[in-house]
């Protein structure tokens, strides 16, 4: 496994979780939360923090549904992440990512926190899930996981899924 910081990705339809790992990819902890933007304000924050935290790579969550079939959440994701790659050289990889968002949101209850006014913690926590999920899928594949997006995808690089993106 490559040494170095990744960003996890939670897009939502007003809020972006973002999350960072450590420099040796062993666990994800929420960073911020960015409102979405029509003018790619929103792609360019987080190209900014990919930069401030010479992140290796960026982890975005793929929102397909139980089923596995694809959503107006899932074209939504695989559309911000497209832009997000051509607005970074850092590679993008769209990682699988039922039910984060859940996970994220019964941790913070058991923790005793309230989910209902804590709705950017829950964006963060999950884009941490997503990350966690990610590395651990990295670790035991050798190679990063889930489907590379933008140029590197398109220079030839193995973008086959993981065996381990299919649930969480």
């Keep these: 496994m490559l040494r170095g910081v990744r960003l996890g990705v939670d897009v939502g339809t007003v809020r972006i979780g973002v ?3 450590d420099p040796d990819g062993v666990l994800a902890s929420p960073l911020d939360t ?7 304000a929103d792609v360019r924050l987080i190209a900014d923090l990919a930069t401030r935290y010479r992140a290796i790579g960026i982890v975005v969550g793929h ?6 079939r694809t959503t107006r959440s899932t074209r939504d994701a695989v559309s911000f992440a497209e832009r997000l790659a051509a607005a970074t050289a850092v590679p993008v990889w769209l990682v699988d990512e039922r039910l984060s968002t ?25 884009a ?7 590395l651990e899928a990295e670790r035991q594949a050798g190679r990063p996981a889930g489907r590379a997006v933008g140029p590197s995808a398109e220079a030839g690089r193995d973008d086959a899924p993981c065996e381990d993106d299919s649930d969480e």
């Design 63 to 68: 929102p397909l549904a139980l089923s596995g």
């Design 19 to 21: 999350s960072k790992s």
């Design 34 to 40: 960015v409102p979405r933007a029509s003018d790619g």
């Design 128 to 134: 941490a899930v997503i990350l966690q999920h990610a």
């Design 102 to 126: 859940v996970s994220a949101a019964q941790a913070l209850h058991a923790a005793g926190k309230n989910s209902r006014r804590q709705r950017g913690v829950i964006d963060r926590s999950a």
